[in-house]
């Protein structure tokens, strides 16, 4: 930070957090890629000059860290914390739905864009497999319960998955739809037909918030 960027700050220097770049920067990862997130227009977005931006952190590779350690203490953390919450078995798929759908503490957006990221860079895409690992081991723990063997459970939780992730392709729109759809997909990936509550309780919770 040269002097002049240091001067204009001060006057302001109560006026954003590091919180507030990582917020902004978070925003343009999604809508732009990790390519567009860059020091000087994301300061320009912000109306502040570049020395905000180093008032709080040392340089560009520390704000992209922090935006990794963002998504994973956002999404990661959502799935883990809802497929390993005490009650049913039904009560958590709809909570995994809901969220996959972006309706709670998740961000589908965020995940596309950051593994985006992480086909042009090596140190990303593994902290995305150690993620997916994560995630999927929430979800085994989800499914084990029915009574299935830890391989078979975990070829079903890959499987749900995999098949959420690759969701986000298709059509945003049809979101109102998928209570039906889900219906029929608790029996692919749990291996049991819902009884007719867990039915009712699936559809229901597919209603739009």
């Not at 994973?72 to 883990?80: D, F, G, L, S, W």
């Not at 998955?161 to 945003?172: L, R, S, T």
């Amino acid at each position: 930070m040269n002097m002049s960027d240091t001067i204009l700050y001060m006057a302001g220097s109560d006026r954003l957090s590091a919180e507030d770049w990582v917020e902004a920067s978070l925003q343009v990862l999604v809508e732009g890629g990790v390519a567009a997130v860059k020091i000087l227009p994301i300061a320009q977005r912000l109306g502040v000059t570049r020395g905000s931006f180093y008032w709080h952190f040392t340089s560009r590779s520390a704000l992209l860290s922090r935006l990794l350690d963002t998504w994973e203490a956002k999404n990661t953390a959502a799935i883990v914390k809802t497929a390993t919450a005490a009650g049913a078995l039904v009560d958590k798929y709809v909570a995994l739905s809901r969220l996959w759908l972006g309706w709670s503490d998740f961000d589908p957006r965020l995940d596309v864009a950051v593994r985006d990221w992480g086909h042009r860079d090596a140190a990303v895409r593994k902290r995305l497999q150690l993620a997916d690992e994560e995630r999927v081991a929430a979800l085994v723990a989800m499914i084990e319960p029915e009574g299935y063997d830890p391989v078979m459970a975990r070829h079903r939780a890959y499987a749900l998955y995999c098949m959420q992730m690759g969701w986000y392709d298709g059509d945003e729109g049809a979101a109102d739809g998928r209570g039906e759809s889900s219906v029929t997909y608790f029996e692919i990936f749990i291996g049991r037909a819902p009884s007719p509550a867990e039915r009712a309780a699936i559809v229901a919770g597919h209603r739009s918030p």
